[in-house]
């Protein structure tokens, strides 16, 4: 009797040990992080991702602007493990600029004063 109480004691335990393991979400991608650099001399109102001509994100950084010469950083999970999003940047004078880029390969997102949008190892 004793080793049964024992034994169903230790199964006790492990279960309680797992618990948190299968209460925790699944998480089936990566995250990316990376410093959002404002290069040009205008101010970003908004950071999204998404599609080129379809469905974008929502704001990514909708309680701030991103003035001229700031960084911030950013870091979004990809529950579809990709690594190519487009990138959408409107500036306060209405002014949108999209581009293409690889999180995987890029700590840095650098916003020109040429247009472009580059991502930087």
């Known amino acids: 009797m004793k080793s049964m109480i024992m034994g169903a004691m230790a199964a006790l335990a492990m279960l309680a040990g797992a618990a948190p393991a299968l209460a925790a979400p699944v998480q089936d991608g990566d995250y990316y992080t990376f410093e959002l650099i404002n290069g040009t001399p205008w101010t970003i109102l908004t950071f999204q991702t998404g599609e080129s001509g379809g469905t974008y994100s929502q704001d ?39 581009q293409k880029l690889d999180f995987c390969a890029l700590e840095y997102v650098i916003v020109n004063e040429d247009g472009t949008i580059e991502g930087v190892e």
């Open 60 to 98: 990514w950084m909708p309680s701030r602007v991103l003035a001229s010469g700031d960084t911030v950083n950013m870091r979004f999970y990809d529950s579809e493990d990709a690594c190519e999003y487009w990138v959408k940047i409107v500036f306060e004078d209405g002014d949108a600029w999209q």
